[in-house]
């Protein structure tokens, strides 16, 4: 009897159409709202990754400006550059 009384509400039928409405048919569901924060968890993941790779990258030009022996390392590991008197041989790991 309770249970037919409540359904015959048209308060509480019109409550449960705009619930139903707004948990699965409109344009911010609850699973396009899911979506939307694991894509921001890893944009936010990514920007801290790459806030820590400027940072590294920030040390190594410093580093690079002020010393020449890690400069002069750095051109030889990276682009094999070489002094006159020297031969460079590359070892390629497979």
Known sequence: ???LRIIKNKYFLTTI???VWVLFFD???LFTQRDMVQ???KLQK???YYASEIENNKRELNELQTNKKSLEKFA???YLMK???EDVFVFVAR
């Open 27 to 29: 344009k911010n569901d």
């Open 76 to 78: 030889r590991e990276k």
């Open 83 to 85: 002094k006159d008197n």
């Open 39 to 41: 894509k921001l968890r």
């Open 17 to 19: 159409a705009i619930l």
């Open 1 to 3: 009897m309770l249970l």
């Open 46 to 48: 990514e920007k801290e």
